[in-house]
């Protein structure tokens, strides 16, 4: 539970002023959010009050079985759900939103809730801390809209690992068509928001080239109930999809996890690819289909396959659905951007994370499509809530107005005492979907929630055991070469195809060509 | 304020501040403990059910929300040509439209026009398949309604959205010929349109310089 001193506040506000402008330039810079399949804007609305409620109780539970800045350690080895757009922004972005919300109606004074303001931002500060430990930053923007997590050891498995693609090439055409599946199943899945999808990125490669690391979520049964059936061809949850461009300069990558690039990005300067999957029970990257490029150009159409017939499949299923349905699906994919926290923690309950408030079900009948869009529109873009006012002598960094997206905590509040410190901790909920009934799907095979959660208690994974934890990019630096050096990179190097064993010390100029038994790209 | 908000969040507002007062109690002992007394489900059918007897209908987004509370919601009318000023160039084609690029393709799209905007249209294309080199004008810049079909298009209008929004993101992905953010003048099924893919996609600043809209469209040829 929180500590409510001076200190306390003063950091949370910080952290919660840099949100709100970084939240407001992602609003107004990024895209339009609309459905004709889904109602949208409703539903992005319930799922913030839906954090509001219920996430400060479900953080505080899973930090104290895992401490937030280790689910960020585990969240920088490999690629899990918790990234950057659900854990580092939308988790505590969707948190805040929607306490604006209800201050709006004045259902909620800015120093009520104290206790769990400053317990889900300091949870959210700890884990984006951790998550960016390499690169020091706390978020994208900080980093000048930029994202590199990822250390030397991995990076170097995916340059000498990843086979080079010629535009034309049966593993080029492959790559493309799948990533494009994935994109548009991940959608679908994800009630037409993005975050199945993630990117990350650019590392240099050299040669004019750069990395980015593109990753989907959630593809087959697992925590969503409507997923219950679908895909189960696909022996994995999660896949993560490096590709390597030429001639492209990614210039931005920012905190919705969606780039920009000069020139854009053009599958015609896709130079090399590769695929792994991770999920909270894998030690690193685990490769899939690696071992040649016909084999993995294989795999992919394989997957592609699957992932066609579960789109069509998919989107019969929600076409049948009532309204009301497809709200609660939208809303409880956004309030349950944090719940792969759960998993690695070994804490999660489907009811937590997929059930709607009761405190949340009474908004309902407010929720038509206009309403949601326009006061969406009030909240996030015009800043229109007459509580999101300054006085009339501050300027905000994007707009130049005096108005800010995320209002602050009074410090009153340590001389004050008419609030109330915490929403509470007696979660009661609901959906109109139908129960899940399926298994989850990991690697370790299809298990139940039971068996998930007791394996996911019991792991940690090699990198993040003992000193190992500690011995970041700056440490290697000044070890390489040595005994506990050339243990951590063979860590990662476990199943790589051309560094198995080989340590550290590696230098660009020593891996070896990927041009082996690849498509004849060069280096 | 707009007016759907500045009607319902005040309504809230004057709510809980007339049952908070009586409550004679302090906020903190009422904010959370006895929220329900506050604001209610039954509290926020009054609201939306007052609106409703002033005669208010909601516009609709997702076509679910249409069907399912028709009473609720505006009826579709037919929206006037967004563009209109287009001019007809040597070889008698008038152009009928405007977008952003999303990939930038070395000739230009020429194909008939499909109109889609609901379930049904999509579930019949899933049945019977997309007639070769039709051209969807879709205004719904999401990349749910269509996710089964996109690939099976030789092209796109996009009649929202930008070439960030996920159906841009999309055409990127699958490399369908695209066109968002489009003004169009009426086009008819059938219609026979070209598009202008070859232009430039719109700079990393067009949507705050408004520097946007330099695709064309041109009407072909009319279906019969």
Redesign the interface.
């Known amino acids: 539970m929180a500590e409510l001193d001076y200190r306390s506040l003063l950091e949370t506000n910080n952290y919660l002023r840099t949100l709100s402008d970084t939240t407001y330039w992602l609003c107004i ?13 409703p539903y992005m609305l319930l799922s913030y009050l839906n954090s509001f409620y219920r996430l400060p109780t479900l953080l505080r539970e899973i930090d104290a079985a895992t401490p937030a800045e280790e689910l960020g350690d585990r969240a920088r080895e490999v690629s899990l759900k918790v990234d950057t757009v659900n854990a580092a922004w939308g988790m505590p972005a969707f948190y805040l939103i929607g306490r604006e919300m209800l201050m ?6 800015p120093g ?2 104290v206790e769990d303001v400053v317990d889900v931002l300091d949870f959210s500060r700890r884990f984006n801390l951790a998550y960016h430990r390499t690169d020091g930053h706390i978020s994208n923007k900080e980093f000048g809209d930029r994202s590199q997590f990822l250390p030397e050891r991995t990076l170097q498995v995916f340059e000498a690992d990843l086979h080079g693609v010629t535009p034309g090439d049966r593993l080029h055409t492959a790559a ?1 068509k799948l ?2 599946q994935l ?3 991940a ?2 899945a994800h ?2 928001c ?1 975050i199945g999808l993630h990117n990350s990125g650019p590392y240099n490669f050299g040669e004019g080239r750069q990395l980015i690391v593109r990753d989907f979520f959630d593809l087959t049964e697992g925590d969503y109930p409507w997923l219950d059936g679908i895909a189960t061809r696909l022996p994995v949850n999660n896949l993560t999809i490096p590709i390597v461009f030429k001639d492209t300069n990614f210039h ?1 990558m920012d905190d919705w996890a ?1 780039f ?1 690039a ?1 020139p ?4 015609a300067n896709i130079a090399a690819v590769g695929m792994y999957t991770s999920d909270a029970l894998t030690d690193g990257y685990v490769p899939v289909g690696m071992d040649n490029a016909d084999t993995l150009a294989e795999t992919m159409e394989q997957y592609r396959e699957i992932l066609n017939e579960a ?2 499949d998919l ?2 299923r ?2 049948t ?3 009301e349905q ?1 709200i609660d699906a939208g809303a409880l994919v956004y309030s349950s951007v944090a719940k792969d926290f759960a998993h690695l923690a070994g804490t999660y309950r489907q009811e937590d994370w997929l059930s709607l408030d009761d ?1 949340v ?6 929720m ?8 969406l ?2 909240m996030v873009g ?1 800043l ?2 007459p509580h999101q006012k300054t006085n009339e002598y501050t300027m905000a960094r994007y707009s130049g107005l005096n108005q800010n997206m995320l209002t602050g905590i009074p410090y009153s509040v340590l001389t004050d ?4 410190p ?3 901790d007696r979660l009661s909920g609901s959906s109109s979907l139908p129960a899940k009934n399926g298994l989850w799907t990991t690697s370790a095979g299809r298990i139940d929630l039971d068996e998930y959660n007791r394996r996911a208690r019991g792991f940690t994974p090699a990198v993040l055991q003992g000193a190992n934890r500690y011995r970041d990019e700056e440490w290697v630096k000044w070890h390489h070469g040595s005994a506990e050096a050339d243990e951590l990179y063979r860590l990662a190097q476990r199943g790589s195809r051309n560094l198995e064993g080989r340590g550290s010390g590696l230098r660009r100029a020593d891996l070896p060509d990927a041009g082996e038994g690849a498509s004849g790209a060069d280096r | ?5 500045g009607r ?2 005040g309504a ?2 004057a709510l ?2 007339q049952r908070f007062a009586a409550t004679g109690a ?4 009422v ?3 006895r ?2 007394d ?4 039954a ?3 009054a ?2 059910q007052e609106a409703l007897d002033d005669g208010y209908r ?8 249409l069907e ?2 028709p009473d ?2 505006k009826r579709p009318e037919r929206e006037t040509p967004a563009f209109t000023d287009g001019g007809t160039n040597a070889d008698g084609r008038r152009q009928v439209g405007v977008g952003d690029n999303v ?1 930038r393709k070395s000739a230009t799209v020429t194909g008939p026009v499909a109109l889609i ?1 609901r ?1 049904e249209q ?2 019949g294309y ?1 049945a019977d398949g997309i007639p070769e080199g039709t051209i969807a004008v879709i ?7 269509t ?2 079909i ?2 099976g298009f030789a092209g796109v209008i996009c009649l ?3 070439v ?3 159906l ?3 055409a ?4 369908v010929p695209t066109l968002m953010n489009c003004k169009i003048d009426t086009l008819s099924d059938g219609d026979v349109v070209e598009l202008e893919v070859t232009a430039a ?1 719109p700079a ?1 600043d067009a ?2 310089t408004g520097d946007t809209g330099h695709a064309r469209i041109w009407l072909v040829g009319n279906e019969g």
């Open positions: 810079t990024r895209t339009v959010q609309e459905s004709k399949l889904f109602p949208m804007n709006n109606w004045g259902l909620l004074r009520d809730a493309t990533v494009a994109s548009q199943y959608f679908l009630c037409e993005r931005l969606s920009e000069e854009s990005y053009n599958a789109t069509a989107w019969k929600i076409a659905w009532t309204r497809m405190r079900q009474r908004f309902k009948p407010l038509n499509d206009e309403y949601g869009r326009d006061n529109g009030e015009l229109g809530f005492d008419d609030f109330a915490t929403a509470g | 304020m707009l007016p759907l908000p319902f969040n809230v507002r809980a501040a302090r906020w903190k002992d904010v959370f403990e929220q329900f506050l604001f209610s489900l509290d926020a059918r609201v939306e909601f516009d609709f987004s997702a076509t679910v929300s399912s509370e609720k919601y990939i905007s379930i999509v579930m899933l205004d719904d810049s999401g990349g749910t309604l996710a089964p996109i690939e929202g959205g930008t960030r929004s996920h841009g993101i999309l990127r992905e699958y490399d996609p990393a949507y705050e």
